[in-house]
């Protein structure tokens, strides 16, 4: 790569690029949420990526969509793999008697799944080869599509611009678009073109404007208006109609988006859990409902991965063998012979582990030595079975340009760096009947190789785009690029 990088009116104009792309949030908290907006961080240009691997996401995305669906409707595979986690996890606890209340009158217009698959690549070296791991499965607040076209303008500018001697294959990605196609059908199954989306969001939005591009499709593509309130405003404004419609002051709400409700933070008081309880009673589909919300706890996950499990919701053979096959090792942390094995390896080689509670939102696991400290504070404790335990994923590095602008100082960096993909999926049906099911984009954020947390909403992580190549050469690149 050239020195072009180094010039302070690149630099410039990059962080104009950002803010022109709307590549924004907000600024800071305590002011209005029509402040003005701060940059969020991006690696300058595409970062590599294997092509096969990429495909590999894309292509189970349906089967994990499908899966999503199929766990949350079975009360009895639920109830059994949370049944310790219940015992000591309060929110996991309060979420899960919402979902029992109104499971068997469930009053749901479609089943609305707006999903993300989270991958790492794990590189073990020449000889250890290559694999595609499942980070998580995300089935809440499923965010950051609305960065995908400023990001995309922002390469290419980019390429075009000051790259170019250097060739990016960089994937079409639609993910703005599809989730905005999945609220529609969900919008148009609830028949009343009155009707509007309502956005549940956080007293405290830094990641508005990432919100409102999909508000803002909504409205330019369908005419479909959107409302946003907390979970505190919907306890306050919100009322059933005679027909279980959920009302909102005057309006009525044919789909809820949940971009808050996935953390304890998210309900101070009981008239948070209200609220909830409210909105999963009315007609409104629901994204997520209470069953895809728990289908998405670390627990559930770590369940799924034992044998036998996949196969209890996946007919096709071929199809649960790639979706397992991008399972990394998952422990159970269980009063059983098998957790307390899992227990002493954590103790003895906690490098080899990830510590995960049932939590949503990043900065949330442990890692190394603290995975120690941790499991020695919970080993002879109920405590320890909301936990689950997962075997660390070593992706391979390569060297990023991280633009990280700060309120007073631009920041150009040239670092190793690894890589989070996500696949989005989009899935509807109503009674029966699938009326959607589709791969619906991808993100990919990167962050520096000393950084164990990843997330964009928590600043551990950078958007970036992934330039498509053969595992061959994305080995040999990403060996010389270290070198260099």
Known sequence: ??????????????????????????????????????????????????????????????????????????????TSALENVLETDSFTRRLFEIYKKTRQDNQQTCSLGIHRCDYMLDWRGDDGGMGLRQIEINTVACSIQGFAPGLKSFHEYVSSRYAENETFNVPQNLCLEATVDAFAIAWNEFKNEEAAILFVVEEETFNMYDQLAIEVDLWKRYSIKCLRRTLSQVHGEARLGPGRQLILLDIVCAVVYFRAGYSPSDYPTDKEWEARLLIESSTASLSPSAAYQLMGTKKVQQCLASPGALEQFVSDPKLVKKMRSTFAGQYALDKTPEGDRAVELALQDPDRFVLKPQREGGGNNYYGNDVRVKMEEIRDTPEREAYILMDRVHPPPQMGLILRPHPRVLELEREPVISELGIYGTYVRRGEKVVLNTAAGHCLRTKPVAVNEGGIGVGASYLDSPSLVATEDFIRKIKHSIIM
């Not at 630099?11 to 924004?24: A, E, Q």
């Not at 970062?47 to 079975?74: E, H, M």
């Open 1 to 78: 790569m050239t020195e072009w990088y180094r010039d302070p009116e690149t630099v410039r104009v990059l962080y104009g690029l950002t803010v022109s792309n709307g590549i924004v949030k907000k600024l800071s908290s305590g002011v209005a949420e029509s402040s003005v907006a701060g940059t969020i961080g991006v690696l300058v240009t595409p970062s590599l990526y294997p092509l096969d691997q990429f495909t590999l996401a894309r292509d189970v995305q349906p089967g994990f969509n499908s899966l999503i669906d199929s766990v949350s409707r079975s009360h009895e595979f639920l």
